[in-house]
């Protein structure tokens, strides 16, 4: 079985590689369209979840790194 990723971007987004699906509150599956997926980490996305590049307009900050 092929592993996810999820990685943290210094002031970007997540990306996810491997075979994920993402789904709504619903339960129905978002069209993902390539490998890795960008995820928005800043909340300011006009596509959640996915990113959009706001978090560069916005200035958004983070840079987590793992202990």
Known sequence: MET???QTRK???Y???GPVKVV???GKEFTLKGNPIALCRCGQSANKPFCDGTHKRVGFAS???AH
Do not use: H
Request: net charge negative; glycine share 6%.
């Open 63 to 65: 840079d987590p790194q």
């Open 15 to 17: 990306l996810v590689s």
């Open 24 to 26: 709504d509150s619903t």
């Open 11 to 13: 002031d970007g987004p």
């Open 4 to 6: 996810v990723v999820i």
